[in-house]
């Protein structure tokens, strides 16, 4: 059963464009200065590359996603198509940022072994993903209707939302000194479950029907509309940030 989720750059950019304009305080931590050179993991459609570049710092943007890679090549951005669990990087960046993207590599003891490979010595990492707690309201109701609907099979959770300590022991684990790492509960505004749905747990029910899908949508929907959803602020989905800077410590 395939459980890789699909990105579409244009769906993206127009239901989940909060992802990148919510990262500017973590842009701020990573702080990058002239001739830098840096890594941006996960670069989405180049947004944050972009930004990033505005501070006269190379970058080099990887991204699993095709589609993703060539929106982010088409604003100048020198981007790759890459798995961060196969980066073959080794001492050149002076720092590797990465947004909303660590939660979704489940061997993260492999990604920090690369990252910090692809390091220079003293070099930084800087990275805000989804920590413990994350969605967790979405998680149960998908949860939930996968329960219900036992001809759906089982509910493979794609994400991977580590608490601070445990992320922190990773990184320690693998040779990084931890300066900050921080859960931050951060509800975020979204346009609509369904959207959001289609955006980031396509993968969740590819194997499905069509029709079965949009079952699985609707009732994850009246499921959630009680918990998450107001008439003056909409949809507010339970997000929980994990953010984090730690150095390459030789």
């Given amino acids: 059963m395939s459980n890789t989720n699909k990105w579409n750059a244009d769906k993206y950019k127009k239901h989940a464009d909060f ?84 939660h979704w590599i489940k061997d993260a003891d492999t990604a920090i072994k690369k990252i910090y490979r692809s390091l220079k010595p003293k070099g930084r990492f800087i990275a805000e993903f989804g920590g413990y707690g994350n969605i967790k309201s979405l998680t149960d109701a ?20 580590p608490k601070d300590t445990e992320y922190k022991q990773l990184l320690e684990d693998n040779g990084f000194s931890v300066e900050y790492i921080e859960l931050i509960p951060r509800p975020t505004k979204i346009d609509d479950i369904s959207n959001w749905l289609d955006i980031f747990a396509n993968g969740i029910i590819s194997h499905l029907t069509q029709e079965q899908q949009s079952l699985f949508k609707q009732e994850v929907r009246e499921i959630l509309k009680p918990k998450i959803y107001s008439d003056k602020d909409g949809w507010v989905a339970d997000y929980v940030r994990l953010r984090l800077k730690a150095y390459k410590t030789v």
């Avoid at 949860?143 to 991977?160: D, L």
């Fill in 19 to 102: 992802v990148s304009k919510l990262a500017l305080p973590v842009i701020e931590l990573l702080d990058p200065k002239e001739n830098e050179k840096i890594l941006d993991l996960g670069c989405g459609d180049g947004t944050l590359a972009v930004e990033i570049e505005k501070c006269n710092a190379q970058v080099v943007a990887v991204d699993l996603s095709e589609s993703m890679v060539a929106k982010a090549q088409e604003k100048g951005i020198q981007a790759f198509v890459m798995s961060a669990t196969e980066l073959p990087f080794k001492n050149e960046f002076d720092a590797v940022f990465s947004n909303a993207v660590l």
């Fill in 142 to 161: 998908m949860q939930q209707v996968f329960n219900e609907h036992k001809e759906f099979g089982v509910f493979h959770n794609p994400w991977f939302f």
